[in-house]
């Protein structure tokens, strides 16, 4: 397609390309029958009305001709869609045999992306612009459908189903581009639907390559991957909403009711505290015993601690 395409997106792949061309064509077809249609019937309005009062207008029955004609037309253009969808559907559907395969694991609220080598990232996805890249997509709760507009394909996750689909980003997309919260949830799967939001990041082979070596090894400090990693929010909510644990939200740095009476504040510490010792204070309506105590490094607990201050 040329420069005009309709406002949508990026096309970061060469079948992004292609759907947007089919899109074009339909939406062509559509424009062409749609002025025809309304400009027949303008012209007829006027042309044909009652001229005189006491004038009747002939009554025509049946026109094989006519009945042919405006069948035909329809279901010629109808083939013709069809034809062309289905062939996109089965490339789309039939990956090329060298692939990259990278895990996509939807989970509430976030995306979990693992690489061949065991690397995992959670949020933000890297993919390497030389090769083919094949998701292979699942759930750990409900259904997500993983979404990235620039691809123009949204797949279902499903738990206990691995769906995919794949890419290769050649050179539609600028190796080191990077696509903020371009990767969407875009199936209604609770509270926090809006918010499972993912970064993409367009990497060249080498630059990948070394990315995702380092980032096996790399210790995850950073508060939602040790949030992700322990499996918080399992229990606990981000979102004010009540689960097997207290919320999240707007906890930090307000009151805190403590189920033995006590009001304390949950400051830092307390947060600190409520992580690596849980039952030391345990909140007005939950029962002791429930939340293992967590041994993360200092850093770790940080991060966790400036990210739960963050949900206001
Ligand atoms: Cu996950 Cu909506």
Not at 90 to 105: F, H, L, N, W
Not at 138 to 162: C, L, N, Y
Not at 192 to 197: A, D, G, P, R, V
Request: net charge neutral; aromatic share 12%; charged share 25%.
């Amino acid at each position: 397609m040329g420069g005009f395409n309709f406002g949508l997106p990026e096309a970061l792949t060469k079948t992004a390309t292609d759907i947007d061309g089919l899109f074009g064509m339909i939406f062509w077809i559509t424009l062409v029958v749609f002025v025809l249609v309304e400009a027949l019937l303008a012209i007829f309005l006027i042309r044909y009305r009652r001229k005189q009062p006491d004038k009747q207008g002939y009554a025509i029955h049946g026109s094989t001709k006519a009945e042919v004609i405006w069948t035909l037309i329809p279901a010629l253009i109808l083939v013709f869609i069809g034809v062309w969808s289905s062939g996109m559907v089965y490339t789309i559907q039939t990956p090329p045999a060298d692939v990259y395969e990278i895990k996509v694991t939807g989970m509430k609220w976030s995306w979990e992306f693992e690489y061949p080598n065991g690397a995992k990232t959670y949020g933000e996805l890297h993919i390497p612009n030389d090769r083919n890249v094949m998701f292979k997509i699942t759930s750990k709760d409900v259904i997500h459908s993983f979404w990235v507009p620039e691809f123009r394909i949204k797949q279902d996750a499903v738990p206990g189903r691995v769906t995919s689909f794949y890419v290769n980003v050649g050179d539609l997309a600028k190796a080191g581009s990077e696509y903020k919260e371009r990767i969407i949830c875009a199936e209604y799967c609770g509270n926090n639907h809006s918010k499972m939001l993912a970064n993409l990041y367009i990497d060249d082979g080498k630059q990948f390559d070394s990315w995702v070596e380092t980032e096996k090894t790399r210790k995850k400090t950073d508060g939602p991957s040790v949030i992700q990693a322990n499996g918080c929010t399992s229990c606990h909510t981000i979102d004010g909403s009540k689960s097997a644990g207290p919320t999240w939200k707007g906890l930090a740095g307000n009151d805190r009711k403590l189920a033995n009476g006590q009001t304390v504040k949950a400051d830092d510490e307390y947060l600190k505290e409520s992580i690596t010792n849980p039952n030391a204070k345990i909140a007005e309506g939950f029962q002791p015993g429930m939340m293992p105590a967590f041994q993360l490094d200092d850093e770790s607990l940080k991060n966790v601690v400036e990210y739960i201050k963050g949900l206001k």
